[in-house]
Nanobody, 125 residues
Framework: QVQPVESGGGLVQAGASLRLSCAASGRTFSSYTMGWFRQAPGKEREFVAGIRGVGDLTSYADTVKGRFTISRDNAKNTVYLQMNGLKPEDTAVYYC??????????????????WGQGTQVTVSS
């Protein structure tokens, strides 16, 4: 079992960068595919990015491709989301989640049984 805890959110202006971190407990962190999701007010939670356990495969939503980068440091039990070129439409609560799916990077919430509490990212125009 793994318990994710997010950090690094905040209020920034459009065009700025932020790096989110997700620290996860558990001795088998490297066996989990990790994902970032976000939920804007009044909208459904959506997939942002994901990375397989050993970091050899990543997946991104089209809306963030080329601007966001997901990475992980298994020695630190931590996954990161580097967000560059932030836009007001990136404003949301960002959630880190862990999945036991190892063959590919799932993009649906139901594939991720372990979730953090979320961190707020607000981008002003």
């Amino acid at each position: 079992q793994v318990q994710p805890v997010e950090s690094g959110g905040g209020l920034v202006q459009a065009g700025a960068s932020l790096r989110l971190s997700c620290a996860a407990s558990g001795r088998t962190f490297s066996s989990y595919t990790m994902g970032w999701f976000r939920q804007a007010p009044g909208k459904e939670r959506e997939f942002v990015a994901g990375i397989r356990g050993v970091g050899d495969l990543t997946s991104y939503a089209d809306t963030v491709k080329g601007r966001f980068t997901i990475s992980r440091d298994n020695a630190k039990n931590t996954v990161y989301l580097q967000m560059n070129g932030l836009k007001p439409e990136d404003t949301a609560v960002y959630y880190c989640a862990a999945s036991g799916v190892a063959i590919y990077v799932p993009t649906t919430m139901t594939a991720y049984p372990y979730w953090g509490q979320g961190t707020q990212v607000t981008v002003s125009s």
